[in-house]
């Protein structure tokens, strides 16, 4: 069997999007063990949202079996993964929900993937205190589903208040920035929501600010943070969303192009067409376990974890 | 010796006086070249189906580039136009889902967002050429506070278009796809508003405004003209996108804005104003478009497509950039 | 009859007062020219009328009635039409565009009505017909004409206004004598249709040529207004002076071959863009003039001796060994001087202290890497000494100073280390009268000293009374050489005219 | 009267003003906000932003429209140089910093290469060496060890090093002093100011236009590259696009310092300030508790106040 799937990327702004196409990738070669032929052509720069259009409809002249899509706007592909739907291309979208009613979501609950750290966080914390939040871009759809997920956690919470909530845009250093400003005007806080790479820049201002014992605050997947948590021992949580979200995506889609069949069809989320995969939680509990499995990889790789294809396989019938 | 070089000089005449009617030849010859490499590395991007696509997508871009190019006409820069056409485009969703999603409640919201690409128009043009702020950093400013608005209206992306207006956009018509009309119809849009009294006088300002207000034209005024049209056409561009996109996305035009600057570039117009053709931008946005797809056809590994894309764009604005400049020098 | 009346008009530009106290008295179907030394404040007083400049006091009366020019559209309203002497052209603009800017023709309220803009453009460019070169016609970029033809487009934008007062802020500056002859036709009749002329001008046969009345301008404050018939040159120059006697009467005769026999610059058969197959050689001492029409290859010539574009062929020697200037820089660097009369575009490096203006040729021939202000100091105030230039301080902005001060300096950079040769690129362009008395004492002075001097002049009187010798240029190459007592203004006129 | 008003036109005194007022804003809105140590970390981001303007700055006096939008990538570029080249290890530092200033230099001449030789409007070139160097970072990311910064570096950011102030904020002011020094003591600032005032006069003074844009264009890739080489200091390690946030601050704070973008005219003291009062500003905005979107509209509303200020072009009636 000959599949031809093509995987559309529109941001490189991160390492974690380079290493997401990388493991879509192997994932594709792996088959070959099975005696399926999978050629995967990958379109990854940054584009804009048309830009991205356009991605979908070079994979739709090229002729691919299916697509597999990081999408830069949930809904603005409906139109475009019509067209495909009907050129007879199956379309998955991964890390990002889609509204298209032609496609499925393989990948995270975002708002579940915030609920795991925020309860993590309220417990450390015992229900109550002053929290920060710090976000991504805003206006983006996974940020916006993040902020619904802690926020709906916080609140169950009578003990816990969140004093201010901040915009770092998923950027490092400006995460770096917003903690220093935000431990300068509000030196009494107890915990810090802080997402994706902005918790490795927020943690560095905790640690400059030597309040590493006091403040509890979620972590985040690279193993140069993995390293400096295990080296301060922070009091740290992470949810894991997985670069190799569209690996699992990818072995969805083969099954599907072979036929078969999910156990559950895909119905779930707010657009009802969205499969979710178990979101891995890391904490003192399990940090040593990860730090191993990242050992002897660059400081930028993320701790990772995809379906295999047996895994995948036991969710057809 | 002497026949010789004057032989050569007239060539050169020649070459000029084309190139000054035409400033979008060098455009058009690169868009060819790239049609055809496209066409080489991948037989069906030349089927009429993906040139339709190409054309709906890059639609937008080639309205912003449009927009951006009245602008440099009078030597100025508008770095929000991606920040408004997300502004309209927020606006309209919004407008047109409150309203009942129609076919009057789009009309009606549609007009909305001409207004409001108009009102933003207005506020760029006051701040630049009225309070006589520098454009490049009051127009950076402006696209914030822009985009905070398109934040209120619209938290986050999502809420879809009325299928009407959506499927008109995709839509054919007496076996045409309606972009091809747009096409048509900005094209005659295009050749009018070359001929307004507005487009001379805003090339006249590009040349030099001290000149311009010595000579008695109302100079303030034709710059706000000038971000004033910047806006509308922005605001048609979001109707593409709305079109193209059928949802709302308060931050959908924010990477646009550089792409405008670039196809203005591109197509033959001078940043430092005074002449440019709105044809050549045009053209440029659907260069953009096809070196994007290009470096995906010729089997460039996925690392190395944005490093690429970035030199072929860098490559292609020398080019149009040079043989302009020998047009003009 | 008074059409225009200005009354005690002052402007200051942040602390240089412009203008004190202008006065004029224009009248229907008059042509009145405007004179006064630069910076004197003749263009600014246009200016304020014109509406493009502020007045801070002062009084406009048009036909007796108190008017405020708030602008240049009103001023056009008004029937005021104007020529900048900057101009005021589109470079990417048609000729037709740049004659109807100030009133595009309208079709249907938004559109260019293109037939009436071609139209109303040839009526005006046929008044210059046989002067102006078939390459000015309507469709024509601004840009790509020549200087002189740019100064007659400006002119037909100016009449195209129809307007009833007529302001010309030196016009003629780069025309030649055909084109200024045509113009001045054409002011008579202007004025035969009732209307008022404002003309300046700084050359002295232009505006007793077509001058009815003469209002002097000095420092700022009108001196006085004269019948033409009633006034002559000396009174006219007595009036722009003031009390200072001291300006220097022009040589009748310039001192002949007091140069030696050393030979500073050959030239052979040297070829470029705008001249071609020029000859010549200079010898210490020497002014060598270079005349004719303005344009034909003088300009070039001299550029391409300072490499800024260097000639295409031939041979040049500086004293004895070839030359090579691919650039200014390569050129300084052998001792080459070159002063441009466009000081706005080629001299003055503006918004800058007067210091780095002086210095730039000394850091550069020093080798200096820093820039000590006090021993570039010491270095720089002998030179300006040299010039009586005028300037507060050394740490002020050049674009403090006049014209002519500024020119000074532009002089005075290169007078610090003295050069072998200089060039000079009609260097009193727009210069007033008794800074050009200063600037030709210096440069016999300096032509004493041992300089080989190049100079090209765009008014006769001045190569006449100053060249030793002089290379007539037409069509780009030398048709006459003048020397000793052919010197004559007719032998001049008569290479310069007599076809190429 | 006219004197005073001189004085109050004066780009760094406004600057200083607004810092101070904005600081008293600041700590009024949330105390301590004004505090010493805060005062002190808003100092080192601000010397950051500082360091890449000045690069900036350059260009921008070299007049012909110079500007570099490039500086955003030479700083993520050079934060990733560092980061592999040191690899954690003190030991690596000095050759990691001529690894960066060789990569902004490299960079720089490129631009300069393209705006001289080429004669590309800045805009054009270095939006379109934008483009290339973030596909760059995506290349070079490809399989390379680590991106982790060296202690010592992180602590001269960080870490109080001589009377009680970080190395970053000594090294800001060796650059204000350098800076300072190139433009009004050597003859080779005289030429900056003289191209980006008058390049023709310039050209015709024999000033070598060429090589001292060229050069203009390749210090700002050698200070963008130093700031990218403290950005790795500061936040400890490498990643893709730090440097994407200096872009337009880098060129709000040469404006805020008095730097028109026609060139030939400004400085780089006012700069220093311009990048302080912007920093101060962002972080003010960060931590008064309202929505990102109102953040925003203040922000936006903020900057174009505050630029009435400043450099407001002259009206065409004099
Ligand atoms: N825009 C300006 N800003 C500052 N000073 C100015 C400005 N325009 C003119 N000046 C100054 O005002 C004075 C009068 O200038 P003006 O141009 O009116 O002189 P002018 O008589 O026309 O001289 P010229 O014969 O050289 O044309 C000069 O000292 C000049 O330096
Ligand atoms: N012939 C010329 N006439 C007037 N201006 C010129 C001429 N040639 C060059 N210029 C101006 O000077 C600028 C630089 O020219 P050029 O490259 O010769 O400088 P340079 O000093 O020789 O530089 P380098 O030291 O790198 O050789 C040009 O961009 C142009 O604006
Ligand atoms: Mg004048
Ligand atoms: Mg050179």
């Known amino acids: 069997e000959d599949f031809k799937i093509g995987l559309s990327n529109g941001w490189v702004g991160s390492e974690w999007r380079t290493q997401m196409i990388e493991e879509a990738e192997q994932a594709a070669a792996a088959w070959k063990d099975k005696g399926v032929n999978v050629e995967v052509v990958a379109q990854s720069a940054n584009v804009d949202v048309p830009g991205q259009i356009a991605h979908v409809r070079n994979f739709i002249s090229q002729g691919v079996d299916a697509i597999i899509i990081n999408p830069n706007s949930p809904t603005a592909f409906d139109p475009v993964f019509a067209q495909a739907k009907e050129a007879g291309i199956l379309v998955i979208a991964t890390d990002a929900e889609v509204s298209s009613p032609d496609a499925i979501y393989v990948g995270l609950d975002q708002k579940g993937w915030a609920m795991e750290s925020a309860k993590w966080l309220a417990e450390t914390l015992e229900g109550k205190g002053k929290v920060v939040a710090i976000n991504g871009v805003a206006g983006h759809p996974a940020n916006e589903m993040r902020v619904a997920g802690y926020r709906e956690v916080f609140g169950e919470h009578d003990g816990i208040e969140i004093v201010n909530e901040v915009n770092a845009n998923w950027d490092q250093a400006q995460g770096q920035q917003a903690m220093q400003n935000l431990l300068a005007t509000y030196p009494d806080i107890d915990g810090v929501w802080v997402q994706d790479g902005m918790a490795a820049g927020a943690w560095r201002s905790i640690m400059d600010a030597d309040k590493a014992g006091d403040i509890a605050a979620t972590g985040e997947i690279r193993k140069d943070f993995i390293d400096i948590w295990t080296e301060n021992d922070l009091n740290s949580g992470a949810s894991v969303n997985p670069p190799g979200v569209m690996a699992s995506a990818l072995n969805v889609a083969v099954l599907m192009l072979q036929g078969r069949e999910l156990k559950e069809p895909a119905t779930a989320g707010q657009y009802n067409n969205a499969m979710y995969l178990p979101i891995p939680f890391i904490s003192s509990e399990n940090l040593e376990e990860v730090a191993a499995s990242v050992e002897g990889k660059p400081g930028y790789y993320s701790y990772t974890s995809s379906l295999s294809i047996e895994d995948a396989e036991a969710l057809f019938k | ?329 | 009859m008074t059409k225009l009346k200005l009354s005690g008009v002052s402007k200051a530009y942040g602390a240089t007062l412009a203008l004190r106290r202008g006065d004029l008295e224009l009248d229907t179907g008059e042509v009145h020219v405007l004179i006064g030394a630069n910076g004197s404040g003749k263009s600014t007083l246009c200016k304020i009328v014109a509406g493009s400049v502020r007045p801070d006091a002062g009084e406009v009366l048009l036909d007796g009635r108190a008017v405020t020019v708030s602008g240049p559209r009103a001023a056009q309203a008004l029937g005021i039409g104007i020529f900048y002497q900057e101009l005021s052209l589109a470079d990417h603009r048609s000729v037709a565009e740049n004659i109807c800017l100030p009133d595009l023709p309208r079709k249907n309220g938004f559109f260019v009505d293109r037939e009436a803009l071609a139209e109303k453009a040839s009526r005006y460019i046929a008044l210059f017909e046989s002067v102006a070169g078939a390459e000015l016609n309507t469709a024509a970029i601004v840009g790509d004409l020549r200087a002189d033809q740019r100064q007659l487009v400006e002119i037909m934008k100016a009449l195209a206004t129809e307007a009833s007062i007529l302001i010309f802020d030196e016009p003629t500056s780069a025309l030649d004598r055909a084109q200024v002859d045509r113009f001045f036709e054409i002011l008579r009749d202007l004025k035969e249709e009732g209307r008022s002329i404002v003309f300046i001008s700084h050359r002295m046969d232009e505006i007793f040529a077509i001058g009815d009345r003469v209002t002097v301008i000095r420092d700022g404050e009108t001196v006085g207004t004269e019948a033409i018939a009633d006034t002559s040159p000396e009174a006219v120059i007595h009036m722009m002076v003031g009390k200072q006697e001291t300006l220097a009467a022009p040589q009748a005769a310039p001192p002949s071959q007091e140069a030696s026999h050393e030979i500073a610059l050959t030239v052979e058969s040297l070829t470029g863009v705008g001249f071609r197959d020029v000859n010549f050689a200079v010898r210490r001492g020497e002014i060598l003039g270079l005349g004719g029409l303005h344009g034909q290859g003088q300009s070039a010539l001299l550029k391409a001796l300072f490499g800024a574009p260097p000639a295409l062929a031939g041979q040049i020697e500086l004293s004895g060994q070839p030359l090579r200037t691919e650039n200014p820089r390569a050129a300084i660097a052998q001792g080459i001087a070159y002063v441009s009369g466009d000081r706005g575009r080629d001299g003055v490096i503006s918004g800058r202290p007067i210091l780095e203006n002086v210095t730039p040729i000394h850091a550069l021939r020093d080798g200096l890497v820093l820039a000590r202000p006090t021993r570039l100091s010491e270095k720089a105030l002998p030179a300006l000494k040299a010039l009586n230039t005028k300037f507060a301080g050394l740490s002020h902005s050049i674009g403090s100073l006049s014209g002519g001060n500024q020119q000074k300096i532009v002089i005075a950079r290169w007078l610090i280390d003295k050069p072998d040769i200089l060039l000079l690129d009609d260097p009193t362009k727009g210069i007033d009268l008794s800074a050009k008395a200063d600037l030709f004492t210096l440069i016999r002075k300096l032509a004493k000293e041992g300089l080989a001097i190049l100079l090209y002049s765009s008014e006769d009187a001045e190569l006449l009374n100053n060249a030793d010798r002089i290379l007539v240029f037409n069509g780009g190459a030398v048709s006459r050489e003048l020397s000793g007592a052919e010197r004559t203004r007719y032998n001049l006129y008569h290479a310069a005219y007599e076809a190429a | 009267m006219n004197r005073a008003i001189e004085i109050a036109k004066n780009p760094l005194l406004i600057a200083l003003v607004l810092i101070a007022a904005l600081l008293f804003l600041g700590n009024t809105l949330s105390p301590g906000f004004a505090s010493g140590g805060q005062i002190l970390r808003l100092l080192i981001v601000a010397a950051l932003l500082g360091i890449v303007a000045a690069g900036q700055n350059l260009v921008i006096l070299g007049g012909r429209e110079g500007i570099d939008l490039s500086v955003g990538g030479v700083v993520s570029l050079s934060a990733i140089v560092a980061g592999n080249v040191m690899n954690g290890m003190d030991g690596g530092i000095p050759l990691a910093i001529l690894a960066c200033v060789a990569t902004g230099a490299l960079f720089g001449l490129f631009n300069g290469l393209g705006v001289t030789l080429l004669r590309i409007p800045p805009l054009v070139m270095t939006l379109g060496m934008l483009g290339v160097l973030q596909g760059l970072l995506v290349v070079i990311r490809q399989g390379i060890p680590s991106g982790r910064a060296a202690p010592a570096l992180s602590e001269f950011v960080t870490k109080p090093f001589l009377l009680g102030l970080p190395g970053i904020i000594w090294l800001w002011i060796g650059v204000g002093l350098l800076m300072a020094f190139i433009l009004h003591r050597t003859v080779f600032g005289h030429r900056i100011y003289a191209i980006g005032s008058n390049e023709q006069a310039a050209f015709m003074a024999g000033v070598p236009v060429r090589r001292i844009r060229i050069a203009l264009f390749m210090l700002s890739g050698v200070f963008a590259a130093i700031a990218g080489l403290c950005l790795l200091g500061y936040s400890g390690s490498s990643f893709a696009n730090v440097g994407e946030q200096y872009m337009l601050p880098s060129i709000i704070a040469v404006v805020f310092g008095g730097t028109p973008l026609s060139g030939g005219r400004g400085g780089y003291t006012g700069t220093m300030a311009g990048a302080v009062l912007l920093v101060v500003l962002q972080s003010i905005l960060t931590t008064i508790n309202i929505d990102e979107s109102g953040r925003q509209m203040v922000f936006g509303v903020t900057l174009l106040v505050l630029m009435l200020f400043y450099g407001r072009g002259r009206g065409l009636r004099a």
């Open chain 2, 1 to 329: 010796m002497t026949s010789v070089s004057t032989s050569t000089r007239q060539e050169n005449q020649g070459f000029r006086t084309l190139l000054g009617r035409f400033p979008f030849l060098p455009a058009l010859f690169i868009l060819v070249v790239l049609l055809v490499l496209n066409g080489i590395f991948e037989p069906n991007s030349l089927s009429f189906r993906s040139l339709t696509g190409l054309v709906r997508t890059y639609m937008a871009l080639m309205l912003l580039a449009v927009a951006q190019t009245y602008v440099v006409y009078a030597a100025e820069i508008d770095l929000s136009v991606g920040a408004i056409a997300s502004l309209v485009n927020v606006t309209i969703i919004v407008l047109m889902q409150n309203w009942g999603g129609g076919g009057l409640s789009v009309l009606a919201a549609l007009g909305v967002g001409v207004l409001v690409g108009l009102a933003c128009g207005l506020v760029n043009g006051f701040v630049v050429a009225a309070l006589r702020l520098q454009a490049i950093v009051a127009t950076f400013a402006t696209s914030i506070f822009f985009t905070g608005l398109a934040l209120v209206i619209l938290p986050v992306a999502g809420m879809p278009a009325p299928t009407v207006f959506w499927r008109t956009y995709g839509g054919t018509f007496f076996g045409i796809p309606f972009v091809f009309y747009a096409a048509v119809a900005l094209a005659f849009l295009l050749y009018l508003f070359a001929r307004t009294r507005l487009a001379t006088q805003l090339l006249a300002v590009g040349d030099g405004q001290q000149a311009a207000f010595q000579s008695g034209l109302p100079v303030t005024t034709i710059r706000i003209g000038g971000y004033v049209l910047c806006g509308v056409f922005a605001a048609l561009a979001a109707f593409c996108i709305t079109g193209d996109t059928a949802s709302g996305d308060p931050l959908v035009g924010a990477k646009m804005t550089l792409f405008s600057v670039a196809a203005v570039v591109l197509g033959g117009s001078a940043l430092s104003g005074g002449f440019g053709t709105v044809a050549g931008s045009v053209i440029a946005a659907l260069i953009i478009g096809l070196i994007n797809s290009l470096v995906f056809f010729a089997g460039t590994p996925s690392h190395w497509q944005n490093f690429v894309q970035g030199l072929a764009i860098l490559a292609a604005l020398m080019v149009g950039v040079l043989v302009s400049r020998r047009g003009r020098a």
